[in-house]
T-cell receptor, first 113, second 114 residues
Framework: NAGVMQNPRHLVRRRGQEARLRCSPM?????VYWYRQLPEEGLKFMVY????????ESGMPKERFSAEFPKEGPSILRIQQVVRGDSAAYFC???????????FGQGTRLTVV | AQSVAQPEDQVNVAEGNPLTVKCTYS??????LFWYVQYPNRGLQFLLK??????LVKGSYGFEAEFNKSQTSFHLKKPSALVSDSALYFC????????????FGKGTRLSVIA
């Protein structure tokens, strides 16, 4: 059973471009969470999705950021018109919900130049 | 709203000594509590969780944590630290009502010195 797979591992974008981060949850997991981690900072919750539905997006910036988790395929975190402040590590986690633990991917390190 | 506080940014301990990494939480209702560890340039690895039952929870790599409801704490402990335990440790909480995400503390960097 493969773990949570994120790709790409590293992504470099110029200011103003779009960044698309992909996350394939563990097999059997229908709950996906996205987090952002800045250097020397903790994990900041962004969005929680459950197959085709956004459950909680309270941590997501209102502009330029969007997330989806379609019926088929990976979850996508999309950042439009990236700025230098978007440079961070973005982690995806998945679970079966309820009181179960979430399993994390290796992260995508986004660098905006 | 749920929240987690890890009051220490850094904990230093000598190899072979016991270690404690502190965590307090705030949540409506009964909490689900978790500890994760992160090594450099890696994702988070699950260590242990408290859902219900015994207040002392045992997890991976010899770690354990004690749930204290009156003090709203869930401190991580290990009787004898190893140099390889040096990493970033995160405490997390989720409320037990509805679909709520895991909320993490800022993390505590543990350094075990030989």
């Amino acid at each position: 059973n493969a773990g949570v797979m994120q790709n790409p591992r590293h992504l470099v974008r110029r200011r103003g471009q779009e960044a698309r981060l992909r996350c394939s949850p563990m097999k059997g997991h229908s709950h996906v969470y996205w987090y952002r981690q800045l250097p020397e900072e903790g994990l900041k919750f962004m969005v929680y999705l459950q197959k085709e539905n956004i459950i909680d997006e309270s941590g997501m910036p209102k502009e330029r950021f969007s997330a989806e988790f379609p019926k088929e395929g990976p979850s996508i975190l999309r950042i439009q018109q990236v700025v230098r402040g978007d440079s961070a590590a973005y982690f995806c986690a998945s679970s079966t919900g309820g009181n179960t633990e979430a399993f994390f991917g290796q992260g995508t390190r986004l660098t905006v130049v | 709203a749920q929240s987690v506080a890890q009051p220490e940014d850094q904990v230093n301990v000598a190899e072979g000594n016991p270690l404690t990494v502190k965590c307090t939480y705030s949540v409506s209702g009964n909490p689900y509590l978790f500890w994760y560890v992160q090594y450099p340039n890696r994702g988070l690895q699950f260590l242990l969780k408290y859902i219900t039952g015994d207040n002392l929870v045992k997890g991976s790599y010899g770690f354990e944590a004690e749930f204290n409801k009156s003090q709203t704490s869930f401190h991580l402990k290990k009787p004898s630290a190893l140099v390889s335990d040096s990493a970033l440790y995160f405490c997390a909480v989720r409320g037990n009502s509805g679909n709520t995400p895991l909320v993490f503390g800022k993390g505590t960097r543990l350094s075990v010195i030989a």
